[in-house]
T-cell receptor, first 113, second 109 residues
């Protein structure tokens, strides 16, 4: 069964550094998402992406964040200048249509020191 | 703004006992409700959604619009049900999932 994959599984970075989290959505899916979960807190929506454009973003998704689909398979989340409070588990998800079930990747644990 | 509340962080039951994981939501329109489950060291996966009206792994959930609830139930808990359960919703035809804080279900022998 096809699955969403994410790399790396764990990323450690220093405050102020740029980080790129990578996701490979399920191949026939058209909608892509990023969520994050700070330790002990709820899973929070960051952004949704369709047809090479952001379709919706949350207040968390400020100018430090960007998303891109650089080729036909990868979907990336870039944090330009990481802060301590960006430490979290970041989940990628994809769905066939906007109304369909979202399938989640295993997550990337980002630790900012 | 929409909100999902799961009042229990941890629910411990004995094998064979009934399970009810509570979920309440606040949203003025008609949301779509979901239960996602995360087994140990595995990814978040959909357990069920209210529009499907299915029973998955013996679990059911009924949307009660009057009480704004979507509680998850199973008549007889199994050891393999031990996991983290998240209630979530989408609104207005959108696809942004709003999650609750989750309930850790522990089924003891």
């Amino acid at each position: 069964e096809p699955e969403v994959t994410q790399t790396p599984s764990h990323q450690v970075t220093q405050m102020g550094q740029e980080v790129i989290l990578r996701c490979v959505p399920i191949s026939n899916h058209l909608y892509f998402y990023w969520y994050r979960q700070i330790l002990g807190q709820k899973v929070e929506f960051l952004v949704s992406f369709y047809n090479n454009e952001i379709s919706e973003k949350s207040e968390i998704f400020d100018d430090q964040f960007s998303v891109e689909r650089p080729d036909g398979s990868n979907f990336t989340l870039k944090i330009r200048s990481t802060k301590l409070e960006d430490s979290a588990m970041y989940f990628c998800a994809s769905s066939i249509t906007r109304y369909d079930v979202q399938y989640f990747g295993p997550g990337t644990r980002l630790t900012v020191t | 703004a929409q909100r999902v509340t799961q009042p229990e962080k941890l629910l411990s039951v004995f094998k064979g006992a009934p399970v009810e994981l509570k979920c309440n939501y606040s949203y003025s329109g008609s949301p779509e409700l979901f239960w996602y489950v995360q087994y140990s060291r595995q990814r978040l996966q959909l357990l069920l959604r209210h529009i499907s009206r299915e029973s998955i792994k013996g679990f059911t959930a009924d949307l009660n619009k009057g009480e704004t609830s979507f509680h998850l139930k199973k008549p007889f808990a199994q050891e393999e049900d031990s996991a983290m359960y998240y209630c979530a919703l989408t609104t207005g035809g959108g696809n942004k999932l709003t999650f609750g804080t989750g309930t850790q279900l522990k089924v003891e022998l």
